[in-house]
């Protein structure tokens, strides 16, 4: 596989690491602790090697269900519910063959405006007439495919099922998109046909990508920086949206008994879940990393609060997890002990308390299915914000469906403690001050960067300042940083360091075996320079490793 | 407990009950069901409300049917602009006797009553299915906060009257109380 060009650029990047080795152990990794409170993996990894039908994940599942489990040890009589669903063989084609068809530009205007546009205009009039209830879809979503502006859009995300029926789009309504949705199901269909799965379509600076995890199938259309496996991880993340709603176990049920369902009614009340997270990955690293922003707090209150879980958490049977997030960042976690909590599916935690106001007015007790820990079924989370004065969100995940009022009084006693040793006003007081400049970090050269540990499965990076002011330099530079994380993680060719030269910063990445750090420096810094900067960074990254990861990992 | 189709508006009036406030703007659609206390003075007693606001749509239905049976009195929205709210009102009313107890308390209410333009459902389509379960009615705006006091309060009597029962007492019946009340709103502002 590797090339000669290829062998001689990998050598004189060994050799210019060698070079730092002086410096920095090779396993050296700021912000990770002996355990972990997430599970780290390696992300493409896994994407390659996911099911491609969910039908095959359930029935593996079922078997041996993380909830059942749980349930069992609790000692509660386990439901004889749903059989077990025999594995469908949808999935035979996932493997064995990747289809990644390169096609012109103009290969693509025909996709967009294929013969069939007559049919569709006639088609989206009727269905306008018959949606008439739907009023208010209509009024706020006037965008069409004929709509420019709908075409301006730089980043579509569409859902339908295996049968073709619209459940989602990102942009307009998917009523009036049944046509391309059409479109989509057939090209997924004809290479389906050879056996094979199609995985993307480039066409100029827009990527076509499709994920096939039947029933259902989703679409990402893009002109973005991000790449093709990049939005591949993107569309998974929204794929494990939909599981958290409705569990696999449902999803597959529906379909099984009518292949036709139009989705959108089980969905209701979701799509604000939908579109904030697709929204929120266009700017969050978190997705891009796979890991989790924590909030900054000294290790000293950290422990008060975590402590004050454990204290009154251990005393309720079946609390599975307890997580308190702040403005999208991770207070703490605490968890119970052989249980740990996956990235991803703390992201959807992250979004749903996000995206839904309804939380703060009132406790809520909802049903949350964390795909990664065990998609089959649902856990059941006690929300409530800690105070009226404090945006800091308390979530207590069971297994226990009639535990509200037990986990109620553990919350009260909870929130009681933590006023009592003046963590809210902690916890306030770091976000008050949006995270820390990179001017603390002494470098004059260093404009920002992010790092992450990759056992910690965190990262963390300054907040963005001059010369990333306005949305457009601060989402000129996330492209940036996407690009670097492309081709850092190329699987023709992995690189360790990468120092890029960009139109108005220079790009330094850098993969060790414990962390990954990228970061942009002033336009005229050399290279010798920007790399004595990124040891001296991570050296400062050691040295405030307390504040800025959580570093212990209580369990109840 | 409220109970009732996605979008008729049973979180707002249960803050223009709370709060004293009209949630306007965003559609803030509940998540699963939220939970609110309300402590309401009945001539010389107390009667603490336990409320729970309960999300319309479907897939959470499973959620909803376990805290049916702890239920003291059940407020079934629908929304008089919507001919399709009030039509599901039956198969509310029938998940209702399926899960909850049998001497729940059952209020049948038309919320958006304001919206004079758009209204589907005529007041005495409302009255007459009521009649025919034998649940009390009302029509009420969370906007202009017409009858949601009423309502609450209603329930709390019943709940109370139901909770303090002495065989001497005068018999109780939320349906009465409603009429009677929401007669004397009449002429009050006729006069």
């Keep these: 596989m590797a090339t000669a060009s290829c062998k001689s650029l990998e050598d004189s990047e060994t050799a210019r690491e060698s070079e730092e080795e002086t410096e920095i152990p090779k396993d050296f990794e700021p912000g990770a602790s002996s355990e972990s409170i997430l599970i780290s993996i390696d992300l493409y990894e896994e994407v390659e090697n996911s099911p491609g039908s969910v039908y095959e994940d359930v029935s593996y599942r079922r078997r041996k269900s993380t909830i059942c489990e749980l349930e069992r040890s609790a000692g509660k009589r386990v439901l004889a519910e749903e059989q077990v669903e025999t594995s469908k063989s949808f999935d035979d084609k996932s493997q064995d063959g990747q289809l990644k068809a390169e096609i012109g530009h103009d290969e693509s205007i025909r996709i967009k405006n294929s013969p069939n546009v007559e049919p569709i205009r006639i088609e989206m009039e009727s269905i306008q007439m018959s949606s008439d209830e739907e009023k208010h879809e209509i009024i706020e979503t006037a965008e069409d495919i004929h709509n420019p502006e709908w075409k301006q859009h730089s980043k579509h995300i569409f859902i339908l099922s295996e049968a073709g029926k619209p459940i989602y789009s990102r942009f307009g309504s998917e009523d009036k998109l049944v046509t391309l949705m059409g479109v989509m199901q057939a090209l997924v269909s004809i290479v389906q046909d050879n056996g094979d799965v199609i995985r993307s379509i480039h066409a100029g600076d827009h990527k076509f990508v499709f994920l096939v995890r039947l029933p259902l199938i989703l679409v990402a259309v893009a002109n973005t920086n991000a790449s093709a496996p990049q939005l591949v991880v993107q569309l998974n993340c929204v794929y494990n949206l939909i599981l958290s709603v409705l569990t696999s176990t449902q999803l597959c049920s529906i379909f099984e008994q009518r292949r036709n369902y139009d989705l959108r009614r089980l969905l209701g009340g979701a799509e604000k879940f939908l579109d904030n997270l697709v929204d929120t990955m266009d700017s969050d690293p978190s997705f891009l990393l796979v890991a989790v922003r924590c909030l900054p707090l000294t290790s000293a209150i950290r422990d008060t609060i975590s402590q004050s879980i454990v204290q009154y958490c251990s005393k309720v049977k079946n609390v599975v997890f307890a997580i308190l997030v702040a403005k999208n960042q991770l207070v703490t976690i605490v968890r119970m002990k052989k249980y740990s909590l996956h990235p991803s599916d703390l992201h959807l935690v992250m979004n749903l308390v996000n995206s839904s106001d309804s939380f703060k007015a009132a406790e809520s007790w909802t049903p949350i299915c964390l795909p990664k820990f065990d998609s089959s079924g649902f856990l059941h989370a006690h929300v409530s914000y800690l105070d009226d004065n404090c945006p800091a969100c308390l979530l207590l995940l069971t297994v226990d469906k009639n535990l509200f009022f037990t986990l109620q009084e553990c919350r009260r006693k909870i929130v009681e403690r933590l006023h009592r040793y003046n963590c809210l006003e902690a916890i306030n007081a770091s976000l008050e001050s949006e995270g820390y400049s990179v001017s603390e970090v002494g470098l004059p050269d260093l404009r920002h960067f992010i790092y992450k540990s990759k056992s910690a499965a965190q990262f963390t990076e300054p907040r963005l300042e001059a010369p990333y002011v306005s949305n457009e330099d601060q989402s000129n530079l996330f492209g940036l940083y996407q690009y670097l994380h492309h081709r850092m993680y190329n699987s023709a060719r992995p690189l360790k360091i990468l120092f890029y030269v960009g139109q108005k910063e220079i790009m330094l990445s850098w993969h060790m075996a414990g962390f990954e750090l990228y970061a942009a420096f002033e336009p005229m810094v050399t290279k010798f320079t920007a790399v004595n900067t990124m040891n001296k960074l991570v050296r400062w990254i050691k040295k405030e490793e307390d504040r800025l990861f959580i570093m212990n990992a209580p369990t109840i | ?191």
């Design chain 2, 1 to 191: 407990m409220l109970v009732g189709d996605s979008g008729v508006g049973k979180t707002c009036v249960l803050v223009r009950y709370k709060d004293g406030a009209f949630l306007s703007g965003a559609f803030i659609s509940t998540v699963g069901i939220d939970f609110r206390n309300k402590v309401v003075p009945l001539d010389d007693a107390k009667v603490k409300l336990q409320i729970w606001d309960t999300a319309g749509q479907e897939r959470f239905r499973s959620v909803t049917h376990a805290y049916y049976r702890d239920a003291h009195a059940l407020l079934l929205l629908y929304d008089v602009t919507s001919k399709n709210s009030f039509d599901n009102t039956r198969a509310w009313l029938g998940e209702i006797s399926e899960y909850a107890h049998d001497d729940v308390v059952i209020m049948l209410i038309g919320n958006k009553a304001d919206m004079k333009e758009e209204r589907q459902v005529k007041y005495e389509d409302g009255e007459r299915l009521a009649a025919e379960y034998e649940v009390a009615f009302m029509e009420t705006s969370a906007k202009s906060g017409m009858n949601v006091e009423l309502a609450f309060q209603a329930v709390a009597r019943e709940l109370k009257y139901r909770k303090m029962r002495n065989p001497d007492d005068p018999k109780f019946s939320v349906t009465e109380y409603v009429k009677h009340e929401s007669q004397k709103n009449a002429s009050g502002c006729c006069s």
